[in-house]
């Protein structure tokens, strides 16, 4: 794997679990985070290049690429991996908290695509990766923020595979379930979603952090367009979910195409 990677959210979970298995496998990694000791250590750890980049201050986020570049050159995979869940129903959720949320789950992996895309695209080759949530897939209680900004950045990465089919540039989407990580266990602590979640645990196994990391390298070597869910079991609806992108990518079948 002789490219540079860039994970956002690579301080623990599944983030982490992704820059060991892609340093590995030979990449140069830049690990971001917010948290500046914590990124330090497991950029310590894994022999990556840490980048403290706190998402939910979006005139931060334009620094993100060129400081990523200066330290391992050109970016040839974005992993938009970083979320906060927010918890709480929308009516009693706190302004800022709902702000940091879309902010970091959505509007800072959008920028950081609109980014990647406008210089991977000349260069006719790159993968723009989103890691997101079955969560935005379906309407759920206690995580308003959460489950809007999954959604939203689903519905981007799946326009965006359309936007750059044919020039060399690749956007790859991976949904998931339930997955033992901290994000997890706030989840797990919320006394609606908790009972929810812990119900879907029973009839559907958790993953680890590390399997999901292997699962989601061997999918951005593999650069297909398939959407990547774990679990597999969900996949079916999912693609239920989406028959009106079918009949979409069918009337924009033969338009030309402006990238
Ligand atoms: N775990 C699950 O069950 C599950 C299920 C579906 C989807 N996912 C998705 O998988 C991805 C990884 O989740 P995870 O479970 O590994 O979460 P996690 O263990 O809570 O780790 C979250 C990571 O995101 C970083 N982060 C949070 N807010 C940030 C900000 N404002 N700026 C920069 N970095 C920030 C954290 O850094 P700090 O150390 O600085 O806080 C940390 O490295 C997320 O996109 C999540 O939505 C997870």
């Known amino acids: ?33 917010a948290n500046p000791d914590r990124i330090a250590k497991a950029a310590a750890e894994v022999g990556g290049t840490p980048l403290a980049i706190d998402l939910s201050d979006l005139d931060r986020v ?13 970016v040839d ?14 009516a009693r959720l706190d302004a800022q908290t709902l702000r940091d949320v879309l902010t970091t789950n959505l509007l800072a992996p959008a920028e950081l695509s609109r980014a990647a895309a406008a210089a991977m695209v000349p260069r006719r080759r790159g993968a723009i990766v989103a890691v997101s949530s079955l969560a935005g897939e379906m309407a759920l209680r206690n995580i308003p923020a959460y489950g809007s900004s999954k959604a939203g950045l689903s519905y981007l990465t799946r326009a965006l595979q359309r936007e750059l089919a044919g020039t060399g540039v690749c956007a790859q989407l991976v949904l998931l379930g339930g997955v033992d990580t901290d994000l997890l266990r706030e989840n797990q602590a919320d006394p609606v979603a908790g009972p929810a979640s812990v119900r879907l645990a029973k009839v559907v196994p ?21 959407t990547l869910v774990l679990p597999a079991a969900a996949t079916g609806a999912v693609a239920l979910r989406h028959s009106l992108t079918a009949l979409s990518d069918l009337l924009l079948k033969g338009l030309p195409r402006s990238l």
């Open 206 to 226: 958790t993953p680890s952090a590390d399997v999901v990391g292997r699962r989601i390298a061997d999918h951005i070597v593999s650069g297909r367009r398939r």
């Open 77 to 90: 995979v974005l992993v938009n991996n970083a979320a906060r869940m927010g918890m709480g129903p929308l």
């Open 1 to 33: 794997m002789d490219r540079h990677v860039l994970i956002t959210g690579a301080s623990r979970g599944i983030g982490y679990a992704l820059a060991r298995e892609c340093r590995s496998r030979g990449a140069r990694v830049t690990m971001l985070a």
């Open 62 to 74: 334009a620094a993100v690429l060129p400081e990523a570049e200066a330290a391992n050159g050109p």
